[in-house]
């Protein structure tokens, strides 16, 4: 599975953008797909992630109400909407999926539960 995150940029506090995840390869394998933040000097941490079929979706509370995961199948593509976006949001967000739960509606929250990993796309917020 390749992934190649895009739609990175830079925003004003409080605006918004899309980023988008093209997934190929052997995409029939992926059970969920997610997305995660690495800000400069800290850890990647999670944001949201969706159960690539059932589409269950988890969110961290950083995430919670401002941004939307989704997905469409057909076209391979995963999205973070990401709404009134702040400063503290500006990092590096990758996307990842998960081909080894096994489950159709698990969404892990964990780096090492994902296999493959997008290049990342820079997100800068301005106060």
């Known amino acids: 599975v390749q992934l190649q995150a895009f739609g990175g940029g830079l925003v004003q506090a409080g605006g918004s953008l899309r980023l988008s995840c093209a997934a190929s390869?052997?995409?029939?394998?992926?059970?969920?797909m997610g997305w995660f933040r690495q800000a400069p000097g800290k850890e990647r941490e999670f944001v949201a992630a969706?159960?690539?079929?059932?589409?269950?979706?988890t969110y961290a509370d950083s995430a919670r109400s401002r941004f939307t995961i989704s997905k469409d199948i057909a076209k391979n593509m995963m999205y973070l909407q990401m709404n009134n976006l702040k400063p503290e949001d500006t990092a590096v967000y990758y996307c990842?999926?998960?081909?080894?739960?096994?489950?159709?509606?698990?969404?892990?929250?964990?780096?090492?539960?994902?296999?493959?990993w997008g290049q990342g796309t820079l997100v800068t917020v301005s106060s």
């Open positions: 990842a999926a998960d081909t080894d739960s096994g489950s159709s509606s698990y969404t892990p929250r964990y780096l090492y539960e994902y296999d493959y």
């Open positions: 969706i159960a690539y079929l059932l589409g269950p979706t």
């Open positions: 390869g052997r995409t029939d394998t992926i059970d969920s």
